[in-house]
């Protein structure tokens, strides 16, 4: 029930920005009507509607990676968890709390993003409803990074890292060009970092190839689950300072 009325109190406070909600839900949705315009002009399958779709869905949820960190920051210097601490909840609590809200912001952002490409031609089947279930836990990943960041920088400070944590996600996740391309030690770094296991889940989930996808889901997890230890870590060591 605390969880329940601390989800409900940041749902309320997320929704006093609906700018920045539609702002983080409308630029993925414009980028992905801008490169579907292109490549009907060029004619040739460098941006594959099911392939790069993926990679907008993963990417879109870089902006919820910045509302959870802003809106955590923004409780941190306002001193309004200062005066929160006295509640029963324990920072998991807190932590599951600023989550909940996020997650149902991420489904949103998968389902645009889906039914956008359905609107520009992609065909309809069950493994686009499959895709947004499976974007569930890689939303989850976004969240964990967006709190760890709110957990340990202010607001301006998490604006400031999201410009290049975006870049990141945008380059090493293979949403605009295929990683094989440039293989090596730069593929290699790559895949080291969990977007590009997230775009190529999503990417098999899609088009119906679900040889392999285990590994990357395991990546994603292994990822997610570190970073939330990480966050309600640092969290709670904000709590006894």
């Not at 029930?1 to 309320?12: A, E, G, H, L, P």
């Not at 941190?76 to 149902?104: Q, V």
């Not at 060009?177 to 969990?194: H, Q, R």
Request: glycine share 8%.
């Amino acid at each position: 029930m605390n969880i329940s009325v601390f989800s409900s109190r940041n749902s309320k406070e997320i929704i006093r920005d609906p700018l920045s909600i539609a702002f983080g839900i409308g630029l993925p949705l414009i980028l992905q009507i801008f490169v579907s315009a292109l490549q009907n002009k060029i004619g040739v399958d460098i941006f594959k509607i099911e392939y790069f779709t993926s990679g907008i869905a993963v990417f879109s949820f870089s902006f919820v990676s910045l509302f959870s960190g802003m809106l955590i920051s923004k409780d941190r210097t306002s001193s309004f968890l200062n005066k929160l601490f006295s509640s029963p909840l324990s920072a998991f609590e807190y932590i599951l709390g600023y989550t909940f809200p996020m997650l149902f912001i991420a489904i949103i952002q998968s389902v645009c993003c889906f039914a956008l490409s359905i609107a520009l031609g992609m065909q309809f089947n069950a493994n686009i409803i499959y895709a947004v279930i499976v974007l569930i836990p890689v939303s989850l990943l976004f969240i964990a990074i967006g709190i760890l960041l709110g957990s340990l920088f202010n607001d301006k400070q998490v604006g400031g890292i999201f410009a290049g944590f975006a870049q990141v996600v945008a380059l090493s996740s293979g949403m605009w060009f295929d990683l094989n391309l440039i293989g090596g030690v730069m593929k290699s770094i790559c895949y080291a970092l969990p977007f590009a296991h997230a775009v190529d889940l999503v990417k098999g989930v899609v088009i119906g190839n679900y040889s392999g996808l285990f590994i990357h889901f395991i990546w994603i997890a292994v990822y997610t689950v570190v970073i939330y230890i990480l966050a309600v870590k640092v969290f709670k060591k904000n709590m006894k300072n």
